[in-house]
């Protein structure tokens, strides 16, 4: 499975943006699908986590109520809908796939498939 995100930016503090990852060559569907994030000299953290049908979803304290992971499988594309950024908000992020069947799975070490990631900047 190729993973290629979009959407990354600058956007003010407050404001929204959001994250698209665009899937191609595997079974899209059969993975749950998660979202990281890294700043730099920090390692690369957990945000948010789908399954595979896209009914249930999983996220880190920090984001959670004001991110939204969704997906498209008609279409082989994850979504971060990201809303009231922070600065802190501010790193690269990267979409992953894994294959685990017991969810949810926060270890990046269990995700199989990266994408190159998308900046994200949060001005304040």
């Known amino acids: 499975v190729q993973l290629v995100e979009s959407g990354g930016g600058l956007v003010q503090a407050g404001g929204s943006l959001r994250l698209s990852c665009a899937a191609s060559?595997?079974?899209?569907?059969?993975?749950?699908m998660g979202w990281f994030r890294q700043t730099p000299g920090k390692e690369r953290e957990f945000v948010a986590l789908?399954?595979?049908?896209?009914?249930?979803?999983w996220y880190a304290d920090s984001v959670k109520g004001r991110f939204i992971a969704s997906r498209d499988n008609a279409k082989n594309t994850l979504f971060l809908e990201m809303m009231s950024v922070t600065p802190e908000d501010t790193a690269v992020y990267y979409c992953?796939?894994?294959?685990?069947?017991?969810?949810?799975?926060?270890?990046?070490?269990?995700?199989?498939?990266w994408g190159q990631g998308t900046q994200v900047t949060v001005s304040s």
């Open positions: 789908i399954n595979w049908i896209g009914d249930n979803t």
């Open positions: 060559g595997g079974a899209f569907s059969s993975h749950a």
């Open positions: 992953a796939g894994t294959g685990a069947r017991l969810l949810p799975v926060r270890d990046r070490a269990q995700y199989e498939y």
